[in-house]
């Protein structure tokens, strides 16, 4: 495996992120939540990375703790990123995750350097930190207390149950700095979740997690994440979602459609024969033109996902507070903008 290519992008002070093999421990658990999963223990040379392009993301630098996911989504588009280590990025993604024990620890020490401006930090745009592995590891309390003690503003992407643990920490933080949490939900088919999110906690108790929150004064967002054509986009499964978001409590919903980047278009379109082979030749034809689906598509969704969450009254007045930013563009303004619906694009 060439871990020397073990990289997230440019890091603090011009570091990569790099790993000699010597660096690596390979752990393996008999127990029933990790049967089956190897865990590449690194210890990482750097632990802020830069987002490549940061000139057009909503932010700029990001938080890794872990490479590969057990939530073994067959679209999540991270999925490439196991190939630069001599990876498989089908079932080795899901299985063979790379774990930065030292992630705590380096955090608080980058956070003291006099080049970090306390710039905003990103978590959960890559792989999820609160997957499986969390439960294990323990990376993210010691991460966000890092965080917190700096003052440095961030946010969470997830569709972990586990951010709960750290509630009061997330609490604590956001009486010192900016806090926004989001959890992705794409769909509330139970059956459709099953076959493509397998490794996930259920759409309704991630929901439980927006509810969670709010109640505790945090405000949440949903990232309404992915809208998969043809299988998740009915009007009535769009409506059954934002329906069940508005419930929740969320602050704001923010759709995104669909989109298959290499690697992930293999491991999603050998799914796809398999479960709805009717549906090959129409997926070829909508993402003949790459990774995205056409703009006439993205905006139908947008635009239609937007006027349920008016609907069901997902907006300001259901913001809690107005010092906490999500870690994407789902301020309740978007949704009732004047502007053309566009889609939202992550990294």
Same mark, same amino acid.
């Given at each position: 495996? #060439?871990?020397?290519?073990?990289a @997230?992008g440019?890091?603090i *002070? &011009?570091?990569?992120?790099?790993?000699?093999?010597?660096? =690596?421990? %390979?752990?393996?658990?008999? %127990?029933?939540?990790?049967?089956?999963?190897?865990?590449?223990?690194? #210890?990482?040379?750097?632990?802020?990375?830069?987002v $490549?392009?940061a000139?057009?993301?909503?932010?700029?630098?990001?938080?890794n703790?872990?490479? *590969?996911?057990?939530?073994?989504?067959?679209?999540?588009?991270?999925?490439?990123?196991?190939?630069y280590?001599?990876?498989?990025?089908?079932l080795g993604? @899901?299985?063979q995750?790379?774990?930065?024990?030292?992630?705590?620890?380096?955090l608080?020490? /980058?956070?003291a350097?006099r080049?970090w /401006?306390?710039a905003h930090?990103?978590?959960?745009?890559n792989v @999820?930190?609160? /997957?499986?592995?969390?439960g294990?590891?323990?990376l993210?309390?010691g +991460?966000?207390?890092?965080?917190?003690?700096?003052?440095?503003?961030f946010s +969470?992407? !997830?569709?972990g149950t586990?951010?709960?643990?750290d509630l009061?920490?997330l609490r604590q933080?956001?009486?010192? !700095?900016?806090?926004?949490?989001s959890v992705? =939900? &794409?769909?509330t088919d139970?059956?459709?979740?099953?076959?493509?999110? $397998?490794?996930t $906690?259920?759409?309704?108790r991630?929901?439980?997690?927006?509810r969670a929150?709010?109640?505790?004064?945090?405000?949440c967002? =949903?990232?309404?994440?992915?809208?998969?054509p043809?299988? &998740?986009?009915?009007?009535d499964q769009?409506?059954? !979602?934002v329906?069940?978001?508005?419930?929740s409590g969320?602050?704001?919903?923010?759709?995104?459609?669909l989109?298959?980047? $290499?690697g992930?278009?293999?491991?999603?379109?050998?799914?796809? #024969?398999e479960h709805?082979?009717?549906?090959?030749?129409r997926?070829?034809?909508l993402?003949?033109? *790459?990774?995205?689906?056409?703009?006439w598509? /993205?905006?139908r969704?947008?635009?239609?996902?937007h006027?349920?969450?008016?609907?069901? &009254?997902?907006?300001?007045?259901?913001?809690?507070?107005?010092?906490r930013r999500?870690?994407?563009?789902t301020?309740?303004?978007?949704?009732?903008?004047?502007?053309e619906?566009?889609?939202?694009?992550?990294?």
């Amino acid at each position: 495996m #060439r871990w020397d290519n073990l990289a @997230d992008g440019s890091a603090i *002070g &011009g570091e990569s992120a790099l790993f000699g093999a010597s660096a =690596v421990t %390979t752990r393996t658990f008999d %127990t029933p939540e990790f049967r089956g999963i190897t865990f590449h223990e690194v #210890r990482a040379r750097s632990i802020l990375n830069r987002v $490549p392009g940061a000139s057009r993301m909503p932010f700029e630098w990001t938080v890794n703790p872990y490479r *590969g996911c057990t939530h073994a989504c067959v679209y999540c588009f991270a999925r490439k990123t196991h190939s630069y280590l001599d990876l498989d990025t089908g079932l080795g993604f @899901d299985s063979q995750i790379v774990v930065k024990i030292n992630a705590p620890e380096l955090l608080r020490r /980058q956070l003291a350097s006099r080049q970090w /401006q306390g710039a905003h930090v990103a978590m959960g745009t890559n792989v @999820d930190c609160y /997957q499986r592995a969390e439960g294990r590891y323990r990376l993210m309390p010691g +991460i966000i207390s890092a965080l917190r003690d700096h003052a440095n503003p961030f946010s +969470i992407l !997830t569709k972990g149950t586990l951010i709960l643990r750290d509630l009061d920490l997330l609490r604590q933080a956001a009486e010192v !700095t900016e806090v926004g949490i989001s959890v992705s =939900v &794409g769909f509330t088919d139970r059956e459709l979740w099953r076959t493509v999110e $397998p490794g996930t $906690p259920s759409p309704e108790r991630r929901l439980g997690v927006v509810r969670a929150l709010t109640d505790a004064g945090i405000g949440c967002g =949903v990232l309404m994440a992915p809208v998969i054509p043809f299988i &998740g986009d009915h009007p009535d499964q769009l409506r059954a !979602t934002v329906r069940a978001i508005a419930e929740s409590g969320a602050t704001s919903v923010t759709p995104l459609v669909l989109h298959l980047r $290499p690697g992930a278009r293999e491991w999603y379109m050998a799914w796809l #024969r398999e479960h709805h082979p009717h549906l090959v030749a129409r997926y070829e034809r909508l993402y003949a033109e *790459g990774a995205y689906a056409p703009k006439w598509y /993205q905006r139908r969704i947008t635009r239609h996902v937007h006027e349920l969450a008016t609907e069901f &009254g997902i907006g300001p007045s259901a913001r809690p507070g107005g010092h906490r930013r999500p870690p994407v563009r789902t301020e309740p303004e978007a949704l009732h903008a004047g502007d053309e619906p566009t889609q939202l694009t992550l990294l």
